[in-house]
């Protein structure tokens, strides 16, 4: 292979232009620095191309086609509706494309030179990127910043490899027709894809190994959550154990699990294996570099910075907590900050999750288990949206908003299940990272009717009793 050399030497190298890595290079350039983007693929990361924006493109038709076929109980009367699979396919791409150009457009508008190619850190401030037609380019810049991303982990089961059993990135680059699918990891991606196809009427199966869906995230949810798609038909196998994927027949496919000291078998037309994802950093540094992994993630510190001097690693690949497109972006804001000496006007510590399932859920800060196990007095209030309008008009199903306070009334978090959760969250995200109390938060007054008011409500469970819930018995 031909090597050659740049000439310009940058002040920032960012290797991968996901949601962390493209923010961080915005950011470095917004504080006047040049800045070089080398990405191996698409711009946008797995977020943009094979994640968040894709999934959630059809999750959105999804939440449209089940209000449809629902849609009588609300004076809705739809004759013939149906999934236009190529057409949806279509959309999804058009989508992606969209938000993908715009983040080029943005990139180019701050003097951002992208790179094609795979970047391996050589040394300090080295930077090799192999191109697709092999020619091997050495950039050099005074910090990098590394954000190579993640890649669906697959765990060692027999005939996981066998047709119809994809991954997460297979089946949003194939958005297949499934009569019935089991799922393999009840975990975010499960969950949200169990969703998708349950709503456009798929048998569903989640076999999940934890003792609960969403185990990460507090346990009512979890719990919620499996009711809710047993409720719509679907079958959740918790506490089990995926033995064998087999070849069945006319094209089938058997999954063979133990679940409750018993052997199942279910009969699909598709698998998808959705058990977490997995750094991709195993070829991204020169041996001698003196960069340990553990457990396949680069540790940092908190400013995001590695064992070496000027080198930085922020997102799915950098050993700093949850796996988010958006804790990305905020540790690349981060890392840019401290390599920069600047203010950093970012909490990184303070991550919303969001899981798009309907309706959808979202937790932020500490849940009632981890503040007890951490020795905190709490105080936790609960508010059922079945008093809230807007949810009685929405004909929504179970919804609740949940919030932890210490004794002091500081607000340390929040878990709620209820139509537009995702974008409510932020509210406590602030609450948390400004230390708000209860008092504090409740002062504001929320329109009507909205989802967003039920958040004063499960306040007010904390200050005397909720307005639009019965009051406790005594």
């Known amino acids: 292979m031909k090597e050659t050399t740049m000439q310009d030497r940058y002040n920032l190298i960012v290797v991968g232009a996901g949601p962390g890595g493209y923010v961080a290079a915005i950011k470095a350039a917004q504080l006047g620095l040049s800045v070089a983007l080398v990405e191996r693929d698409l711009v946008g990361g797995t977020c943009l191309n094979r994640g968040c924006i894709p999934t959630k493109t059809l999750l959105h038709t999804a939440e449209l086609f089940g209000e449809i076929t629902r849609g009588e109980a609300l004076g809705l009367h739809v004759e013939g509706a149906r999934i236009d699979f190529p057409a949806l396919r279509q959309r999804m791409g058009e989508v992606c494309s969209t938000v993908r150009n715009g983040v080029i457009g943005l990139l180019d508008a701050n003097g951002i030179e ?40 697959l765990p060692p089961i027999p005939g996981i490899d066998l047709p119809g059993v994809l991954t997460s990135d297979e089946l949003l680059a194939q958005v297949p027709e499934f009569g019935r699918i089991a799922i393999i990891g009840g975990g975010v991606i499960g969950a949200e894809f169990a969703g998708f196809y349950q709503a456009l ?24 959550l499996a009711q809710l798609l047993k409720k719509r038909g679907g079958t959740v196998a918790a506490s089990a154990t995926v033995k064998a994927i087999e070849q069945g027949p006319a094209g089938s496919l058997v999954v063979r699990y133990e679940a409750k000291e ?22 991204l540094f020169a041996p001698d570099l003196g960069v340990e992994l553990v457990r396949g993630r680069i540790p940092v510190d908190a400013s995001m910075k590695t064992a070496v001097d000027h080198l930085y690693a922020i997102g799915d690949a950098a050993d700093a907590g949850i796996q988010l497109a958006h804790a990305a972006s905020a540790q690349g804001i981060v890392a840019v900050c401290a390599l920069t000496s600047s203010t950093c006007d970012v909490d990184a510590s303070t ?18 288990a981890e503040a007890k196990e951490a020795g905190i007095a709490l105080k936790t209030g609960k508010f059922p949206l079945s008093g809230n309008a807007k949810t009685i008009i929405a004909d929504a199903e ?3 908003i949940k919030v932890v306070a210490a004794e002091d009334g500081r607000i340390l978090g929040a878990q709620l299940m209820c139509n537009r959760a995702t974008d409510i969250v932020g509210e406590f995200a602030l609450a948390i990272t400004a230390g ?22 499960a306040l007010d469970t904390l200050l005397g009793g909720a307005i639009h819930a019965r009051p406790l018995r005594r």
Do not use: W
């Open 114 to 153: 992208v790179v094609p190619g795979n970047g391996r850190i050589e040394a300090p401030g080295r930077v090799s990127v192999t191109q697709s037609d092999g020619a091997i380019f050495v950039l050099e810049a005074d910090d990098l910043v590394v954000a190579p991303g993640s890649k669906p982990a």
């Open 262 to 283: 018993a052997l199942h078998a279910v009969e699909v037309d598709g698998v998808l294996v959705a058990t977490g994802r997995k750094a991709v950093a195993d070829d």
């Open 436 to 457: 708000l109390t209860v008092e504090e938060m409740a002062r504001a007054v929320r329109p009507h009717p909205t989802y967003e008011e039920a958040v004063g409500e």
């Open 351 to 368: 991550i919303p999750s969001c899981i798009y399932t309907s309706p959808e859920i979202a937790s932020v800060g500490l849940t009632e």
């Open 398 to 400: 179970r919804s609740y």
């Open 201 to 224: 009427g798929a048998e569903v199966t989640v076999i999940e190994a934890m003792g609960r869906l969403l185990p990460t995230l507090d346990r009512e949810l979890g719990m919620s």
